[in-house]
């Protein structure tokens, strides 16, 4: 970047070096400066198609969807067939859930490049916004066979899988992932959910420690080993400071409300478990989770009535919401 300022300061009008900071800047997610950059670009030379489709993307990532495909839209003006601004242009008609555009434009690239592993990367993706998540998988698996050190593949696969239930799947393409990104917290961060959802809770807790190394405030790390070390019930003073924590990043935060309900309730203390889960239900009176957990805890101290109302309300939101508590190691 401060080669690039140097540059720009001697030759300002240089499209070029505009369009290489505005990558930089790209790739450290600062997108407002990206999209300055990729526009002093466009402005100095507008017939520049990857000028266009990179402020495109950088838009997406700032929630602007509508203004991305006009830029898309302008690439294609200047290269018709340009395989990357139909990607991204198919990949944002699928962000608004507009499915038949978003697919006739991603195969549109795929018939200009027959297995592109990025076209069907995309299409995987739209698939996956569409419900269609065998398919997304298919178009998953045919993607990584030409793509095998992409870590962003193998990732997206393994939240559809965890999605699914199939964690072991998950667990494997997450290894994939984190053996080629291994300082990206999220990745751990996942791979320790799906070990928490095969009651593998000591694999969990190392992932969200790895997570947390990476990343100290990262509250949903924070929370899953709060919860995570809750349900294991070996070191209740360490999960209580871990949702404490997460109650300073995030004030309110009604999953650490939930969590410390559950500690307290381990720990029989069920007025300060009816009072955590309170503080959760202001967030949203329809909670399952923290609705269930005040009426265990009221029908342990005396109040059955409003404890079984409690309960039964959670279910009907939840079905299975007694057997999540059951797992918690409470019943």
């Known amino acids: 970047m401060a080669d690039l300022d140097r540059a720009i300061e001697l030759a300002p009008g240089m499209a070029f070096a505009y369009f290489e900071r505005g990558a930089a800047y790209h790739r450290i997610d600062n997108y407002d400066k990206a999209i300055a950059d990729y526009?002093?670009?466009?402005e100095i030379d507008p017939k520049e198609p990857l000028a266009y489709i990179n402020r495109g993307m950088s838009k997406i990532f700032k929630d602007k969807v509508d203004e991305a495909i006009i830029d898309f839209d302008a690439a294609l003006k200047i290269s018709p067939d340009d395989i990357n601004a139909l990607i991204q242009r198919g990949f944002a008609y699928g962000l608004k859930k507009d499915f038949p555009r978003a697919l006739a434009d991603i195969d549109d690239a795929l018939r200009l490049s027959p297995g592109n592993p990025t076209a069907l990367y995309y299409r995987a993706q739209v698939m996956a916004f569409r419900g269609d998540a065998g398919r997304a998988i298919e178009d998953y698996t045919q993607a990584v066979k030409t793509d095998q050190k992409n870590p962003?593949?193998?990732a997206s696969r393994a939240n559809l899988y965890s999605n699914l239930g199939e964690y072991e799947n998950a667990i494997e393409d997450l290894d994939q992932a984190i053996r080629l990104r291994p300082r990206d917290a999220n990745l751990y961060l996942n791979r320790g959910i799906a070990y928490f959802n095969k009651s593998d809770y000591a694999k969990?807790?190392?992932d969200y420690d790895e997570a947390l190394r990476l990343d100290p405030k990262m509250s949903p790390a924070l929370n899953n080993r709060c919860l995570t070390r809750a349900v294991m019930g070996s070191n209740l003073e360490g999960a209580l400071a871990d949702c404490n924590e997460v109650l300073k990043l995030v004030p309110n935060d009604p999953y650490a409300h939930d969590n410390i309900g559950l500690i307290n309730l381990k720990l029989k203390?069920?007025?300060k478990a009816i009072a955590q889960?309170?503080?959760s239900l202001r967030?949203?009176?329809?909670?399952a989770r923290a609705l269930y957990g005040r009426g265990l805890a009221r029908t342990r101290n005396g109040q059955g009535p409003a404890g079984?109302?409690?309960m039964s309300t959670a279910s009907g939101i939840q079905p299975n919401i007694a057997e999540e508590f059951k797992r918690y190691g409470v019943n």
């Open 39 to 42: 526009t002093a670009s466009i």
């Open 277 to 279: 889960y309170n503080l």
């Open 308 to 310: 079984i109302s409690d």
């Open 204 to 206: 969990a807790v190392a």
């Open 152 to 154: 962003r593949i193998y």
């Open 269 to 271: 203390q069920y007025d």
């Open 283 to 287: 967030t949203d009176p329809d909670r």
